[in-house]
């Protein structure tokens, strides 16, 4: 299997994926392979095709562990949407899979492994999945030992990624990291991928596009954004596109956007929209839009 097909399966946008290819030397195969949101066994087999022996190896101990028995106790979380969720303890793993068969392909799920060791119950394991198939984990013996390459298969490992993105300030993303997160339309603010979002309350928001944890509070989104972001003309939302025409090509109007950011976002690092636009007319700046 060729790098190629593997990179464009891996992410949405083919101006992504080609842009990858173009930059092979820029970036770890076998961390873009790890971080995606495709299943564990399918990423061992990649990862020991393209040589990344250490990282196949750890993950295959993480599927290994779910099969192991005795004094274990299995908590099961499962998301319909970043607030709604329900838990389920189950004595075996078999169970669990019986569950997690009956569940919708739009859930994700947590599975934590708890186990007693020396009249402790402990939380040894933590599985993440998309839709019914596990695509992350957490070993938390091997996290409190900084072991690298366990780590690199867990969510909170997944803030940052680093890899080469196509797109310039002032484009208009699509961003599809679904089940975990809503999709969310962005502008693009900075050459180094800070974006500009809308939360549920219509409120502004910046982050990075390699982050993981965006798109507002609440959410659970645990997939660099970048493997689900794509180049779009238009959206449903008339302030975004009103932001895009404002400061496309003109990268210090970006920065005046990330200035006003910077200085009069709140606690929550949120923006109303309608304090952005009475600071850019009082000094001088206006945009089409209306509110």
């Known amino acids: 299997m060729d790098q190629a ?53 750890s993950a295959e101990a993480a599927m290994r562990s779910l099969q192991e028995s005795g004094g274990r106790q299995y908590l099961l979380r499962s998301y319909l949407s970043a607030w709604e969720f329900e838990s389920t303890e189950f004595a075996d793993y078999e169970e669990v899979e019986r569950q997690l068969a009956k569940m919708p392909f739009r859930a994700w799920h947590m599975l934590e492994v708890w186990e007693d060791r020396n009249g402790q119950r402990l939380k040894t394991w933590s599985f993440y999945s998309v839709g019914q198939y596990w695509a992350y984990f957490t070993h938390w013996e091997a996290v409190s030992n900084g072991d690298t390459a366990s780590l690199l298969f867990a969510p909170n490992n997944m803030r940052t990624v680093d890899l080469p993105a196509p797109f310039q300030v002032g484009e208009l993303l699509k961003i599809d990291c679904t089940p975990f997160a809503p999709v969310k339309n962005a502008v693009v603010l900075s050459e180094d991928m800070q974006i500009l979002f809308l939360d549920a309350h219509g409120d502004l928001c910046i982050d990075h596009l390699e982050s993981g944890c965006i798109f507002g509070t609440g959410n659970r989104n645990i997939v660099p954004p970048l493997y689900g972001a794509d180049l ?11 932001l895009r025409n404002y400061i496309v090509g003109n990268a210090n109007r970006a ?10 976002s709140d606690d929550s690092d949120r923006l109303e929209r309608t304090k952005l636009l009475w600071l850019m007319k009082e000094n001088g700046e206006n945009m089409s839009y209306r509110f």
């Open 5 to 57: 097909f593997v990179i464009f399966e891996l992410v949405k946008s083919a101006q992504v994926g080609g842009h990858l290819l173009r930059n092979l030397d820029c970036f770890d195969m076998g961390q873009f392979i790890a971080k995606a949101s495709i299943t564990l066994q399918w990423k061992i087999d990649l990862l020991k095709e393209f040589g990344f022996l250490q990282y196949a190896q």
């Open 255 to 264: 920065e005046s956007i990330l200035h006003y950011f910077r200085e009069y």
């Open 232 to 242: 779009v003309k238009h959206t449903n939302d008339d302030f975004l596109e009103d």
